[in-house]
C-alpha cells in the first residue's frame, strides 16, 4: 500500500494541485497541502514501507522455514505491495489521494520525531520540490492535445486563440502592419468641404494619417466620423475634434504585445510605424493586432475594395 501511495501521490502535479484546489476542487483541497510537504511525505511513506515489509518478514520466518518465509515475503510484496497497489493507485491518484489523506496526516505526525530531521535535512541538501513550469512550445503542444482529445472541452477556436495569444509576443509591428503604398493619406493643408467628406465616406475607413509637406512627414491622424461636425472649408490641421496630433508611434521591430500595452495604456487605435530616420513605413492598428491573438481575419466594410487602413 505505501508503495502504491508513493506512485499516487508523486504522479500528481504539485502546480496542478494548487490550481485546482483554488478553484474549489474537493481532491485538490485534501491532497494538496499533504503533497506540497514532498520530502516530508517522502520520507513518512518510505518508512512506512519499510516497516510493513520488515514486519511481514519477521512475521512469516516464526510460521516457516527461512527460505520459504523468504519466498513467501517476496512473493507476497511482489504482487500486493508493489505491482497491484501501483497499478490501481496511479491509474486513480486522485481518488486514492483523498481517501488516504486523513490517514496520512496521522501518520505524518506520529512519525514526525524520526521522519522530521530527515526530510529537514533533504530540504537543504537537495531543496525544497521546484514546481513544474512550461515553456509556451509545450503550453501550444498542451492545448493542441487538450483540442484533439474526445476527453476535452477545449475547441479548434479555442485552440487557435490560445496559440495566437501566446505567439503574437514575438510578432513584430513589421509583418502584421499596412504598408504606407496601401495607405490613404491627406495634406494637413487639404481643405474640409462636402465634397472631401464624400471621398473619405466611400473608403469606409475610421482614420487617415496626415502628411505636412512630404508623405514621410506625418503630422497627425484624421478621425473621419467626426469631419460632419466641423465647419465648412477649413483645413483638416485646423479641425478642433477631428485631427489627433498626439498620435501613437511604433518602430517596425516593435513587438505586438508592447504596441497593445502602449495602445491600451494611451487609448489609441492606430500607430504610425516610422523608421529610425522617421520615414513613414506603414500603419498598425488595434484590429490588426486582435487579428493577430485571434488568428482569424475580422470583416468590415471597408475590407471587401481594399487593405486595412
Known amino acids: 500500500m505505501f508503495s502504491g501511495l508513493t506512485l499516487g501521490y508523486f504522479s500528481l502535479n504539485l502546480n496542478t494541485l494548487e490550481r485546482r484546489a483554488k478553484h474549489g476542487n474537493p481532491d485538490a483541497i485534501a491532497i494538496y497541502p499533504i503533497r506540497k ?158 465634397e472631401f467628406i464624400d471621398t473619405v465616406s466611400e473608403t469606409d475607413f475610421s482614420r487617415y494619417p496626415i502628411y505636412s509637406g512630404n508623405e514621410d512627414n506625418i503630422v497627425g491622424i484624421l478621425f473621419s466620423k467626426d469631419l460632419m461636425y466641423e465647419e465648412d472649408d477649413v483645413a483638416i490641421w485646423q479641425t478642433a475634434d477631428a485631427f489627433d496630433e498626439n498620435f501613437l508611434k511604433a518602430r517596425p521591430d516593435e513587438k505586438l504585445d508592447v504596441v497593445l500595452g502602449r495602445m491600451l495604456k494611451q487609448k489609441k487605435h492606430m500607430a504610425i510605424v516610422l523608421s529610425k530616420n522617421k520615414m513613414f513605413l506603414g500603419v498598425v492598428t488595434l484590429e490588426d493586432i486582435i487579428e493577430e491573438i485571434i488568428q482569424f481575419e475580422i470583416e468590415d466594410e471597408g475590407d471587401d475594395d481594399s487593405d486595412e487602413n
Open 37 to 194: 510537504r514532498g520530502n516530508l511525505l517522502l520520507t513518512t511513506l518510505l518508512l512506512g514501507n519499510v516497516m510493513v515489509n520488515t514486519a511481514l518478514s519477521v512475521y512469516l520466518g516464526s510460521l516457516v522455514s527461512g527460505v520459504v518465509a523468504g519466498v513467501m515475503a517476496t512473493t507476497l510484496i511482489f504482487l500486493f505491495g508493489e505491482i497491484i497497489p501501483q497499478a490501481a493507485f496511479s491509474r486513480h491518484a486522485l481518488w486514492v489521494g483523498k481517501t488516504f489523506a486523513p490517514v496520512m496526516r496521522v501518520l505524518m505526525f506520529v512519525m514526525l520525531p524520526v521522519t522530521y530531521p530527515i526530510a529537514y535535512m533533504l530540504d537543504k541538501l537537495l531543496g525544497e520540490e521546484m514546481p513544474s513550469l512550461y515553456s509556451k512550445n509545450d503550453l501550444m503542444q498542451i492545448v493542441s492535445d487538450l483540442e484533439e482529445s474526445e476527453h476535452s472541452d477545449v475547441d479548434a477556436d479555442e485552440e487557435r486563440i490560445i496559440h495566437g495569444a501566446l505567439q503574437f509576443s514575438h510578432t513584430s509591428v513589421r509583418e502584421i502592419m499596412t504598408p504606407k503604398e496601401n495607405v490613404i493619406t491627406y495634406e494637413k493643408n487639404q481643405r474640409i468641404n462636402q
